[in-house]
């Protein structure tokens, strides 16, 4: 079994940076691929962004270039860095381990 528990989440102005965490327990291997994914209001889930090991990256094309993901093996956690936020970024960011999702954090980007 694996839990995972998103934190950082918030109300940021257009432009603005937040920080999400993920605190993972359980069966967890650094070879994990490790990703996020996001859910706008009415829409469907997106995905933002995943890690393999320890600094394998990939990024959706609407973040690329602005946001970071990391991940600290040592300490089962995983971060998004997000700069230069857009009101379209505003969701539901869930982190997830191939078949487990934390219950998610909602970011709102809003004047």
């Known amino acids: 079994q694996v839990q995972l528990v998103e934190s950082g989440g918030g109300l940021v102005q257009p432009g603005g940076s937040l920080r999400l965490s993920c605190a993972a327990s359980g069966s967890i291997f650094s070879t994990n691929i490790m990703e996020w994914y996001r859910q706008a209001p009415g829409k469907e889930h997106e995905w933002v962004a995943r890690?393999?090991?320890?600094?394998?990256?990939q990024y959706a094309v609407s973040v690329k270039g602005r946001f970071t993901i990391s991940r600290d093996n040592a300490k089962n956690t995983m971060s998004l860095q997000m700069n230069s936020l857009k009101p379209e970024d505003t969701g539901v960011y869930y982190c997830?381990?191939?078949?487990?999702w934390g219950k998610g954090i909602l970011v709102t980007v809003s004047s």
């Open positions: 997830t381990i191939g078949a487990y």
């Open positions: 890690i393999r090991g320890s600094s394998g990256t």
